[in-house]
């Protein structure tokens, strides 16, 4: 996750002040005409006393100079606006200049600075920077702790949001920082480093990034430093405690994600690149380097799922920063690029394109949903459904529309042209035009400014046999919704008797689109998106019961097993009340408080001794799904028994979601409380133990649905037409003697 979200909405509205005050200098008035931004240098000698949490410091600002010919010397005094945190005390120290406070919102002081374009100014500055964690919810059972800055004893956390250096409204900044800390401390920011020298009882680390950053960052803890130089950029690992495997293991894999996306975007914008060990649970990216939580950087899966994710904020957010004005791009491109991308390369492409219209199906309401133009970040599942699955599907969707090449050529040319400098959605949008010469003024209107999904449907299907022996397949793909219809494409699978599939992309720009096919067999079947190349409403039968469709409704109950032992049924009362919390619609109740249960709302069952568990086992039993022994406390899941271990299922009862969970252990129940609202997608899952560790996890097979027709008697296999990979498009592009980076 990219993590300037919340300095850029601030940022934005003291900029609107700064024009209200007309305190704009001819020198950010000619940015603003060239769409470029001014750069202040930042030359900022800080000590950190993590025992108090105080700092002391002097920052030598370097102002940008106007586009006049006058020596400073002679450059009349402008204003402008500085930004501190309000327990800092600025004082100029040097240079011809006037400081006086404007006013302050939450944490941050803002001051009118008076000095010539082109000058120098050093301010002196100190004071104590330490604030408490804040719980931000994000949906059921889903919490975060967040941190505006601090510095203490468990660490040094200090970003652009927290006010710790005199950042300039309106402008980009470089900097060359000196950190003084404790002994066995280490200080990381963006850019080249560290350089680390020894001064008694202190020691100062240097960084430097001289290319224009949209923000700056300083953490520090007493880290154990590994590194290994590679030719895209020195890998490094920041650790709170000696572990050379872990480390080598991220040096690696760094090597491998740096080469990558240089290879696929264009060169890596940043001397190096830090896994940083975070005091606290997170998963941020910052300029070269990313801070994730203690246990987080442990699990096995990170190292290519979050790893890379961060890795490439550094090209998308980092490297072309977002215009904040025009939405928040970065994360949708950022998860299209990794997640996604490693999942196609697994094979698992349209397993994960279905996860992302699922989510958006689950979590986004009416009244929740906003185009991708409005979307600055996340801060709930509603929000990452948006800004996240819907926007990788867009750039999908464009990859579909002009084809791999012309896709590759278009990310590069968009980070070519942007690199360092603030771009939206109107700058993908040129350098997609240019590389392909496709007017997409259309769709990225009504993809970037639009809500809503569009809903497909097959109709017309005619099959004609034709005198040379070939067979003419012709139908119409039409958008239901009631909304206007959206431009799109839409591949369609033709299959035919003698078990050759091809593969067609219908371009829709109107509610109702033709199309014919002409095939060497009789026709078997024809699938809309099988897929799921095109985002849309998932029809019926491809989406099938998961945990999200509880954790994202609105309306629910949970259902509490008063015959539970004591302590289990305390654990249970506590895993309700925490998921209810924030949540209006739910409520909670004892099984024996229930004459009949609901129909109308989502419904969790818990426990072995729930009295309406037969309702759940009746729906397993219809549908050959599982099968319960509530006295044996055994399941059978998919011909699979299990026996004294922790079941978690999810189904449907006429549309109806209903999920169960259940266990002996009240510890495991306190544990699935917080890990269960990420298993969102999966249908069923089973635990062991009281962490609780997981065995199992699935998704319910899919039906077909009405996107699909079989035409014949005939059920040939269908194994769907072969497609590379964008790193098999770039390597034989770049093969075939098509330089994409020029």
């Given at each position: 996750?990219?993590?300037?979200?919340?300095?850029?909405?601030?940022?934005?509205?003291?900029?609107?002040?700064?024009?209200?005050?007309?305190?704009?200098?001819?020198?950010?008035?000619?940015?603003?005409?060239?769409?470029?931004?001014?750069?202040?240098?930042?030359?900022?000698?800080?000590?950190?006393?993590?025992?108090?949490?105080?700092?002391?410091?002097?920052?030598?600002?370097?102002?940008?100079?106007?586009?006049?010919?006058?020596?400073?010397?002679?450059?009349?005094?402008e204003a402008i606006v500085i930004q501190l945190h309000q327990g800092l005390k600025p004082e100029i120290l040097s240079g011809n200049a006037t400081l006086e406070p404007l006013a302050r919102r939450e944490h941050l002081a803002h001051y009118r600075l008076e000095a010539a374009p082109g000058s120098e100014v050093e301010l002196v500055y100190q004071g104590r920077l330490q604030h408490d964690f804040n719980a931000v919810r994000e949906g059921m059972g889903r919490e975060r702790q967040q941190l505006i800055g601090t510095i203490s004893p468990e660490g040094v956390f200090l970003?652009?949001?927290?006010?710790?250096?005199?950042?300039v409204l309106g402008t980009l900044e470089s900097v060359e920082l000196e950190v003084s800390l404790p002994q066995g401390w280490l200080a990381v920011s963006q850019g080249e480093g560290p350089e680390i020298q020894e001064d008694g009882k202190q020691l100062r680390v240097g960084w430097r990034e001289t290319a224009p950053q949209d923000a700056l960052y300083l953490i520090a803890a007493p880290f154990r430093l590994y590194r290994q130089p590679h030719e895209n950029g020195e890998a490094q690992a920041f650790l709170r405690s000696d572990d050379t495997d872990l480390a080598a293991r991220y040096l690696e894999a760094t090597r491998i994600y740096l080469d990558r996306y240089s290879?696929?975007?264009?060169?890596?914008?940043?001397?190096?690149?830090?896994?940083?060990?975070?005091?606290?649970?997170?998963?941020?990216?910052?300029?070269?380097?990313?801070?994730?939580?203690?246990?987080?950087?442990?699990?096995?899966?990170?190292?290519?799922?979050?790893?890379?994710?961060?890795?490439?904020?550094?090209?998308?957010?980092?490297?072309?920063?977002?215009?904040?004005?025009?939405?928040?791009?970065?994360?949708?491109?950022?998860?299209?690029?990794?997640?996604?991308?490693?999942?196609?390369?697994a094979g698992k492409g349209a397993n994960y394109r279905r996860d992302q219209l699922k989510a958006y199906s689950d979590f986004v309401r009416d009244h929740q949903d906003q185009p991708l133009s409005d979307f600055r970040g996340r801060h709930g599942a509603a929000s990452q459904a948006i800004g996240y699955g819907k926007a990788l599907m867009l750039f999908h969707m464009l990859r579909t529309q002009l084809g791999d090449q012309s896709f590759v050529r278009g990310l590069q040319r968009f980070y070519r042209d942007h690199r360092f400098s603030a771009a939206g959605w109107d700058a993908i949008q040129t350098a997609f035009e240019a590389e392909s010469g496709v007017d997409l003024s259309a769709f990225f209107a009504a993809w970037t400014q639009r809500t809503g999904a569009p809903r497909l449907a097959l109709e017309g299907i005619t099959v004609e046999?034709?005198?040379?022996?070939?067979?003419?397949?012709?139908?119409?793909?039409?958008?239901?919704?009631?909304?206007?219809?959206?431009?799109?494409?839409?591949?369609?699978?033709?299959?035919?008797?003698?078990g050759s599939a091809s593969e067609l992309v219908v371009t829709m720009n109107e509610r109702s689109t033709g199309f014919t096919?002409?095939?060497?067999?009789?026709?078997?079947?024809?699938?809309?998106?099988?897929?799921?190349?095109?985002?849309?409403?998932?029809?019926?039968?491809?989406?099938?019961?998961?945990?999200?469709?509880?954790?994202?409704?609105?309306?629910?109950?949970?259902?509490?097993?008063?015959?539970?032992?004591?302590?289990?049924?305390?654990?249970?009362?506590?895993?309700a009340e925490a998921w209810q919390r924030g949540q209006a619609g739910w409520s909670i109740a004892l099984d024996r408080e229930l004459e009949t249960m609901p129909t109308d709302r989502a419904i969790w069952l818990l426990g072995w001794r729930n009295h309406w568990l037969p309702v759940l086992a009746a729906i397993g039993a219809e549908q050959d799904s599982f099968a319960l022994e509530p006295a044996q406390q055994r399941i059978s899941l998919l011909g699979t028994d299990y026996a004294d271990l922790i079941p978690v299922i999810s189904r449907f009862r006429d549309g109806q979601p209903l999920g169960w969970i259940a266990t002996n252990n009240a510890e495991a129940v306190i544990g699935l409380a917080r890990k269960l609202p990420h298993y969102g997608k999966y249908g069923y899952l089973v635990f062991?133990?009281?962490?609780?560790?997981?065995?199992?996890?699935?998704?319910?097979?899919?039906?077909?649905?009405?996107?699909?027709?079989?035409?014949s008697e005939?059920?040939?296999?269908?194994?769907?037409?072969?497609?590379?990979?964008?790193?098999?498009?770039?390597?034989?592009?770049?093969?075939?003697?098509?330089?994409?980076?020029?």
């Open positions: 996750m990219h993590d300037s979200n919340k300095f850029l909405a601030t940022a934005r509205l003291w900029l609107m002040l700064l024009c209200l005050l007309g305190l704009s200098t001819p020198s950010l008035a000619s940015s603003e005409a060239s769409n470029k931004q001014p750069v202040v240098a930042h030359q900022i000698r800080i000590s950190l006393n993590p025992s108090d949490g105080r700092l002391s410091a002097t920052d030598r600002l370097s102002l940008p100079s106007d586009s006049s010919e006058t020596p400073p010397s002679a450059r009349r005094p970003s652009g949001y927290s006010g710790w250096y005199p950042k290879q696929l975007i264009g060169p890596y914008p940043y001397t190096k690149f830090a896994l940083v060990e975070n005091f606290w649970e997170t998963g941020y990216g910052m300029p070269s380097f990313t801070l994730l939580g203690p246990q987080v950087l442990r699990l096995p899966f990170i190292l290519h799922s979050s790893y890379p994710h961060e890795i490439l904020h550094n090209w998308w957010g980092n490297g072309v920063y977002v215009d904040d004005s025009q939405g928040n791009w970065s994360e949708g491109l950022t998860t299209y690029l990794a997640d996604h991308l490693n999942q196609e390369l046999p034709l005198d040379d022996g070939r067979w003419r397949l012709s139908g119409r793909l039409e958008q239901t919704q009631s909304s206007a219809p959206f431009p799109m494409p839409v591949p369609v699978v033709f299959l035919d008797e003698a096919r002409l095939l060497d067999a009789r026709p078997a079947r024809i699938d809309v998106d099988p897929r799921f190349d095109s985002f849309r409403t998932l029809a019926e039968g491809e989406a099938t019961a998961s945990l999200s469709n509880l954790f994202g409704a609105e309306r629910g109950l949970i259902v509490l097993p008063a015959d539970a032992p004591a302590e289990l049924g305390s654990a249970y009362r506590q895993l062991e133990g009281s962490a609780p560790t997981n065995l199992v996890k699935g998704q319910w097979p899919a039906g077909e649905s009405s996107l699909t027709q079989w035409l005939s059920r040939p296999a269908l194994t769907y037409p072969a497609r590379p990979t964008l790193l098999e498009t770039q390597a034989l592009t770049t093969a075939s003697g098509t330089d994409l980076g020029n």
